[in-house]
């Protein structure tokens, strides 16, 4: 089992940054397939970004240009940067770790609240 804590989020203005980290512990990282995901209020939990751990990275079309997933497997951290903030960002953001390449995620952390203002 992994332990996922996320850090970093928090209220900016529309067109901010915000760089979200995701710290883990337990069983071994960089073997796994890591995400993000959000959830906003009244709406259902929708992907984000993900890292194969092999070099490809994928993200939602809605935040495409705009946001980066990164690891560090030295660190045991992922990251979410995230740029050109918009009001529908608005959301807490969760990481995951996946063993099946993103097939099914065993572990989440507890999430992070970011909120975008106009």
């Not at 332990?3 to 990282?29: M, N």
């Not at 807490?92 to 099946?100: F, L, N, P, Q």
Request: proline share 1%.
């Amino acid at each position: 089992q992994v332990q996922l804590v996320e850090s970093g989020g928090g209220l900016v203005q529309a067109g901010a940054s915000l760089r979200l980290s995701c710290a883990a512990s337990g069983r071994t990282f960089n073997e796994d397939t890591m995400a993000w995901f959000r959830q906003a209020p009244g709406k259902e939990r929708e992907f984000v970004a993900i890292d194969w751990n092999d070099g490809r990275t994928n993200y939602a079309d809605s935040v495409k240009g705009r946001f980066t997933i990164s690891r560090d497997n030295v660190l045991n951290t992922v990251y979410l940067q995230m740029n050109s903030l918009k009001l529908e960002d608005t959301a807490v953001y969760y990481c995951a770790a996946s063993e099946d390449w993103g097939q099914s995620y065993h572990d989440w952390g507890q999430g992070t609240q970011v909120t975008v203002s106009s």
